[in-house]
């Protein structure tokens, strides 16, 4: 489609560069996204103290936010295609942000199950006004980033997860342990409802933004971009186009694949999410501020590992290797590395543990580039429900890793069966992308 912008000798020797304040955009809520969600990992020991939750009971309320998330994915898939990222994605930043300040209130309740039914029905919804978030996300960078640059601006997005934790964990620590765990939940509120009026200021589709000129508008679309935004997939009266895109979607090996390794690779992030802190704590003896200060040094390889991912899978395009190697060599590489967190079982020093712990992190981020491959592969009249699809699976992992951890750590009262369930996840996400996973390509709609 041809840019009816008017181009100008400034325009041309000049390109602006507004799509990078879009990425730092999106860098900071997902911050405050996974930030949210991390909320109850850090206050969870304390409120176990208050509330008296066991290990299961704790697993089924960190398991509540998931159960939402992956039933919501494909309606919000289909709400960010039909009304576009702009105004789904500040509905959903506001939404989970009061859920978030409303936890706050639980102790009004008392230390029975009313407490506990409240928290699990907050974090439920919570986590249907998230399902949203992701899938945005790769819709963004689908319209403001070209091929050559997805890889990169994916990875720094979803490295987010990792900075989120070397900021928030540290800092809801502190204010767990100086004012007590309700301030951790009225501040992530209070400031998450700011995000959403600033993400509706600022986010345009880059053909209609202000501050972007005609050599960026080219460079993004002569790259891939989607520069005029989201394309709505034509619907019948009956809703079947609908239905028949999720059913070729479904049925395609390669996204099949895709969609297992994201399961397996979500395993080690809900275990940082959830049970990482109370690991520091009960396995290792930490107090509560330690264990949040401790956690930040895995988050911070967690993150460098993500940018590097990105970075590396890019330079491999601009380099003349195919999407396919560019996209897996990080993928594969990473996800070696994870499986040494399985070596915290046989050592018994703390800085070891944390060593180990940093290194399957820094794995982690470089080999967590499925957000690109969605970028990549998605077709173009249905790119928010097919992150939503794969969002969907990729987040089973939250309502299955932090049950099955707190089984095993109530039946065999230690944590070395959970970390042998996480790396044995990372070696499933290993022959996913070598076996199940063949050309990554761009899935059309139109092909016969």
């Not at 500040?90 to 102790?107: D, K, N, R, V, Y």
Request: net charge positive; proline share 3%; charged share 10%.
């Amino acid at each position: 489609m041809a840019i009816s912008r008017t181009a100008n000798p400034a325009d041309v020797a000049a390109p602006t560069r507004v799509r990078y304040v879009i990425l730092l955009l999106i860098f900071a809520i997902t911050t405050f996204n996974y930030a949210d969600r991390a909320t109850l990992s850090v206050t969870g020991s304390a409120m176990r103290a208050e509330f008296g939750f066991d290990a299961i009971r704790m697993g089924y309320i960190f398991s509540a936010f998931s159960w939402a998330y992956v039933l919501s994915q494909v309606p919000a898939g289909w709400l960010l295609d039909r009304f576009g990222a702009r105004r789904v994605y500040a509905a959903s930043i506001f939404l989970w942000s009061l859920f978030t300040l409303l936890q706050s209130t639980i102790g009004v309740l008392g230390s029975g199950a009313a407490a506990v039914t409240a928290l699990f029905v907050l974090r439920f919804m919570m986590g249907a006004a998230e399902a949203p978030a992701f899938p945005a996300n790769a819709k963004v960078v689908a319209s403001w980033f070209p091929t050559k640059e997805r890889g990169t601006a994916s990875a720094i997005f979803n490295s987010a997860q990792y900075f989120a934790a070397v900021i928030f964990t540290p800092l809801m620590a502190w204010l767990t342990h100086a004012f007590g765990w309700h301030h951790v939940y009225i501040g992530m509120g209070v400031a998450g409802c700011l995000l959403a009026l600033t993400w509706l200021k600022v986010m345009k589709n880059p053909a209609s933004h202000p501050r972007v000129n005609q050599s960026e508008l080219e460079h993004i679309e002569q790259g891939g971009g989607l520069i005029h935004g989201h394309r709505a997939a034509p619907v019948s009266r009956s809703g079947q186009t609908q239905w028949s895109v999720m059913r070729r979607l479904l049925t395609n090996r390669m996204l099949l694949g895709v969609y297992l390794a994201q399961f397996c690779i979500n395993v080690l992030t809900y275990f940082f999410l959830t049970w990482f802190p109370i690991y520091l704590v009960q396995a290792r003896g930490m107090t509560i501020l330690q264990a949040g200060l401790v956690a930040s040094l895995p988050a911070i390889c967690g993150f460098l590992g993500g940018v590097l991912g990105g970075v590396l899978s890019d330079a491999m395009i601009r380099h003349g290797h195919s999407l396919t190697i560019a996209r897996k060599v990080p993928i594969v590489g990473g996800m070696l590395l994870s499986v040494c967190i399985i070596g915290c079982n046989y050592v018994d020093q703390d800085w070891l543990v944390v060593a180990l712990m940093s290194l399957a992190f820094f794995g982690k981020g470089i080999g967590a580039l499925g957000w690109a491959v969605v970028a990549d592969t998605s077709p173009k009249e249905a790119i928010g429900l097919s992150g939503s699809i794969f969002n969907m699976f990729g987040n089973m992992a939250g309502i299955v890793t932090p049950i099955v951890i707190g089984y095993l750590v109530a039946q065999t009262g230690s944590f070395n069966g959970a970390l042998v369930f996480v790396g044995i996840n990372a070696l499933i996400t290993i022959v996913s992308y070598l076996v199940i996973v063949r050309d990554i390509r761009r899935v059309e709609l139109s092909a016969s």
